[in-house]
């Protein structure tokens, strides 16, 4: 305000003038401006528009538009301290009737993937190959629950109808063998088991399992034999050969046991006779 061209100072909107003279005053005026001020938000998370520091009117209405990105979910909204998180709308917020100057804070949270705990994996030599698809199912096509006679000193052979070069391992009830125990040869894949190992079973059943780098495998079970002076034992892996040479053994001595009974009876008859 300027009085008679002179700056004067107005208190309390008021001014008081001593009139002596004639006075010209010459008011001018400008609208107030208060500002929007967003703060503490990555723009990676959540977008604002406007952003930053903006000025409006005084008494005006202000949209300000908020929109989480995806991935991330809305904390809170405060402006000037005040949570106004329910006043957004189709992602605005709405400033009434502007009179002050406005900070505005946006909170925002990473969604995090639900935590799902894994299956234990089962154990497995570090030249395991594993795999989900096309496993093969392979058999013993010789050699299948055969039983073996320790005493004969022979060792046990499996044949089994899958290609030597993928063999990986052989388990005997669960366990990983020691390859010192077993000998691997191709055709199509013969696993045998040695003789100075079949010695240290005891008598009974056993399984056998014979793994391959495709994920298949093959399983079996054998039965050691221990000689005893109680049991007769049978060998069901004896040749025709080793068979037919028994029979003739077992022939030669049922007909010298009646011969030499025959032999027998005639003495004593002639003994008789004699009397």
Avoid at 6 to 16: A, G, R, S, W, Y
Avoid at 78 to 94: A, F, H, M, R
Avoid at 242 to 257: L, P
């Amino acid at each position: 305000m300027f009085v008679n061209g002179v700056n004067v100072l107005i208190t309390n909107n008021k001014l008081n003038i001593d009139v002596y003279e004639n006075i010209e005053i010459n008011v001018s005026y400008k609208k107030e401006l208060f500002s929007i001020n967003v703060i503490k938000f990555d723009s990676n998370q959540v977008s604002i528009t406007p952003s930053g520091i903006t000025y409006e009117e005084y008494g005006s209405n202000k949209d300000i538009t908020i929109k989480v990105k995806d991935g991330y979910k809305l904390l809170s909204i405060k402006v000037n301290g005040v949570d106004k998180t329910s006043e957004l709308v189709d992602n605005k917020l709405t400033l009434t009737n502007i009179i002050t100057n406005y900070t505005i804070e946006v909170s925002v949270k990473k969604i995090l993937a639900p935590v799902i705990p894994k299956e234990p994996e089962e154990e497995s030599d570090e030249n395991e190959i594993k795999t989900n698809e096309n496993i093969e199912n392979y058999y013993v096509i010789e050699g299948s629950n055969q039983e073996i006679l320790t005493y004969k000193d022979k060792p046990a052979n499996f044949k089994i109808n899958a290609d030597y070069k993928l063999f990986l391992n052989v388990y005997v009830n669960g366990q990983l063998l020691d390859p010192s125990n077993y000998v691997v040869s191709s055709g199509s894949t013969v696993v045998t088991l040695k003789d100075s190992y079949l010695k240290t079973l005891p008598k009974g059943e056993y399984w056998l399992k014979v793994t391959f780098k495709d994920g298949g495998e093959a399983k079996t079970n054998f039965t050691i034999i221990k000689e005893t002076d109680e049991e007769q034992i049978v060998d069901k892996n004896e040749t025709p050969e080793e068979i037919k040479k028994s029979n003739y053994t077992m022939y030669y001595i049922i007909f010298g046991s009646i011969l030499a009974l025959i032999i027998i009876l005639v003495l004593i008859n002639k003994s008789k006779e004699d009397e």
